[in-house]
């Protein structure tokens, strides 16, 4: 889980909402989390939508207006980025209203039940509803008193139950979670305590390997049957000039570039699964990502770092994870690849979620 620009267990907060209203600094940050982008949204879909409309449709109106039989081209190319727009402007409805909700009087509601995880992320579970965290907020699994929105089912603070807090609970929820993001069992954790992979680990990474050989079939094949068609659609070797050769050795050369760069993968990924082999980290969590790229190519990554040491993990996994606890990480050798991961206490603390 990322660093939490929103504190939802702030005493401000949960005083506020007690008596069902908002503090300022929450107001604050939950106008820049639902209100702007809302707008922006909106706006931005709108935009999009507006263009293609013009553009497609003036071209679609200009080519019926000449009697060209082929007008209806332009109202199709123009379906797909107008369904953009659409998405955006939807999107940016639903988070107007979650603004408008939150700020609707007698809309602010109080339940006690549990944070647990469920769907790829943590959400309270009370009598009713089930809650959901506003983003980039982070809260531990276990028993609280939720302040949240009617409706829009949003938690905006939570207080801990202390009485009812079993750490033991609270750690299996936690582990149960990153079991989940991780997609790694009980069983698996047991052999990897043991510095091996379990059976099932080893057959995933197997299957990932054979998966990976048949794609770099694919890959391989490809340019050589086109290659060949090619060459018999113009009546042989013989009859092909070597210029119109040229495309194909350069789409062939790449193509072989990237065949070998899957084939170095396969070897990599075959080695780690029949060698079994895991190694492990212990220490405090911290949690990172990186943006690379712009644009389409705009692709955001997420780390785990322990000791110095940097994996990368789904998005998924590091939503489950709970910042600056210590944690036993298992991985492979060579790709770093995490297999399984668990909470650990901190002798030095009273409770599992106490930060050093």
């Known amino acids: 889980m990322r660093t939490a620009a929103y504190d939802i267990t702030d005493p401000d907060f949960v005083s506020a909402n007690r008596y069902g209203q908002l503090a300022p600094k929450q107001i604050e940050v939950l106008k820049s989390t639902y209100y702007w982008p809302g707008l922006l949204y909106i706006g931005l879909g709108l935009g999009i939508a507006a263009c293609m409309v013009l553009m497609f449709g003036g071209m679609a109106l200009s080519l019926l207006s000449e009697g060209d039989d082929e007008w209806w081209i332009s109202l199709i190319v123009m379906v797909f980025p107008a369904l953009i727009g659409g998405g955006l402007v939807l999107g940016g409805a639903r988070q107007l209203w979650i603004w408008f909700r939150i700020n609707a009087t007698g809309s602010l509601a109080t339940g006690e039940g549990r944070l647990v995880w469920r769907r790829n992320n943590y959400r309270g579970v009370v009598d009713g509803p089930e809650l959901g965290l506003p983003v980039a907020a982070e809260l531990p699994p276990g028993p609280y008193r939720f302040f949240y929105v009617a409706g829009a089912n949003l938690i905006l603070s939570a207080e801990p139950l202390k009485l009812t807090l079993d750490p033991h609970e609270s750690r299996a929820e936690l582990a149960r979670a ?48 086109m290659f060949l068609g090619f060459v018999v659609s113009e009546g042989g070797f013989g009859v092909v000039d070597s210029s119109d050769m040229m495309p194909f050795l350069c789409f062939g050369g790449i193509m072989l570039i990237v065949d070998g760069v899957i084939l170095l993968t396969i070897i990599a990924g075959a080695r780690e699964a029949f060698a079994g082999r895991v190694e492990s980290i212990t220490g405090h969590l911290v949690e990172t990502s990186e943006v690379r790229g712009s644009g389409k190519s705009r692709r955001t990554y997420y780390y785990y770092v322990i000791d110095g040491q940097k994996f990368q993990v789904t998005p998924a996994a590091h939503k489950a994870s709970i910042e600056n606890l210590r944690y036993r990480l298992f991985y492979l050798p060579r790709s770093k690849k995490v297999v399984s991961i668990e909470p650990i206490p901190d002798p030095h603390l009273s409770s599992p979620f106490d930060r050093p």
């Open 178 to 225: 990153l079991q989940e993001a991780l997609d790694f069992t009980p069983d698996d954790l047991a052999a990897n305590q043991t510095l091996q992979l379990s059976g099932r680990q080893r057959t995933n990474l197997i299957m990932g390997t054979l998966g990976l050989a048949v794609l770099l079939s694919v890959l391989f094949l490809f340019p050589i049957v």
